[in-house]
């Protein structure tokens, strides 16, 4: 929906006070549109949040967050953790499919297997970016 249907919809909708049945139709659509306005603002601007988007919708944030520890590690201190070393990417990728303790604590993480390679590849990747 482009922004200017907004204006459309909020004039309608002011309209339409009076008529209960026309408002009900009319503020669903309009926040469809502000929603893809919003994703659309994300992708563009700021390609990390949408990669912590990824990480939210995959449940890893329900463990993690980027700068303090929650279950997990952040995910700024495994980037600190694993700077420089060329080996990190392929490891943390097998470790967060497969889950695994004993690196951060006793604490395990559990397997990811309901989430795509490639998914797992831009989260790791997103990861092991954040500290330079
Ligand atoms: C149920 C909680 C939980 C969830 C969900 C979770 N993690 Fe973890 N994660 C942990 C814990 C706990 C550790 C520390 C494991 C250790 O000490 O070896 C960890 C460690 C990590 C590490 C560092 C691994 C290492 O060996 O240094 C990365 C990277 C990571 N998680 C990414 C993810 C991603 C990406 C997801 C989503 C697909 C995810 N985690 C989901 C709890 C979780």
């Known amino acids: ?22 408002a009900s139709w009319i503020v669903p659509g309009g926040s469809i549109g ?21 990480a939210t919708a995959k449940n890893c944030m329900a463990c993690h967050a980027v700068d ?4 997990g ?11 420089g070393d060329a080996k990190a990417h392929a490891a943390l990728e097998g470790k967060v499919k497969k889950g695994g ?15 795509p390679d490639a998914d797992i590849k831009t989260m790791v990747t997103y990861v092991l970016g954040l500290k330079k």
């Open 1 to 22: 929906m482009e922004p200017s249907a907004w204006g459309i919809d909020a004039g309608r909708s002011r309209w339409a006070r009076s008529c209960f049945s026309d």
């Open 34 to 54: 502000n929603l893809s306005a919003l994703v659309a603002a994300t992708t563009i601007a700021a390609p990390a949040l949408a990669d912590q988007a990824l």
């Open 68 to 71: 303090k520890k929650l279950v």
């Open 73 to 83: 590690p952040a995910y700024n201190d495994v980037a600190v953790k694993y700077k």
């Open 101 to 115: 303790a004993g690196v951060w604590g006793q604490v395990p993480m559990p397997p990811n297997p309901q989430v």
